[in-house]
């Protein structure tokens, strides 16, 4: 088992940058693919990025691809979501999440799941 915590959200003005963390406890992080999703306030939860377990491959939703990037250190427990030109629909819940099976885009692939962190973006 596997216990995420994300940090780094906030208040952040479009065209700005945050990025956002995910420090796992528990059994072996690079056992895990890692991915990012995200909420909007009235919608449903969306894919946004996803790393495989030794971070040589990543995969991003179209919406971000090109803005956001990806990435793990697997000596730290720790993924990250480096999140530039920031639009106001980028306004959102972001939850990490860790997968014993490959990298996917859907919710159903990823069995731990953290508690989230907000993110305004302001226009």
């Known amino acids: 088992q596997v216990q995420l915590v994300e940090s780094g959200g906030g208040l952040v003005q479009a065209g700005g940058s945050l990025r956002l963390s995910c420090a796992a406890s528990g059994r072996a992080f690079s056992a895990y693919a890692m991915a990012w999703f995200r909420q909007a306030p009235g919608k449903e939860r969306e894919f946004v990025a996803a790393?495989?377990?030794?971070?040589?491959?990543?995969y991003y939703a179209d919406s971000v691809k090109g803005r956001f990037t990806i990435s793990r250190d697997n000596a730290r427990n720790t993924v990250y979501l480096q999140r530039n030109s920031l639009k106001p629909e980028d306004t959102a819940d972001y939850y990490c999440?860790?997968?014993?099976?490959?990298?996917?885009?859907?919710?159903?692939?990823?069995?731990?799941w953290g508690q989230g962190t907000q993110v305004t973006v302001s226009s």
């Open positions: 790393i495989t377990r030794s971070g040589t491959m990543t």
């Open positions: 999440a860790a997968s014993n099976g490959f990298p996917e885009m859907a919710e159903l692939g990823y069995k731990y």
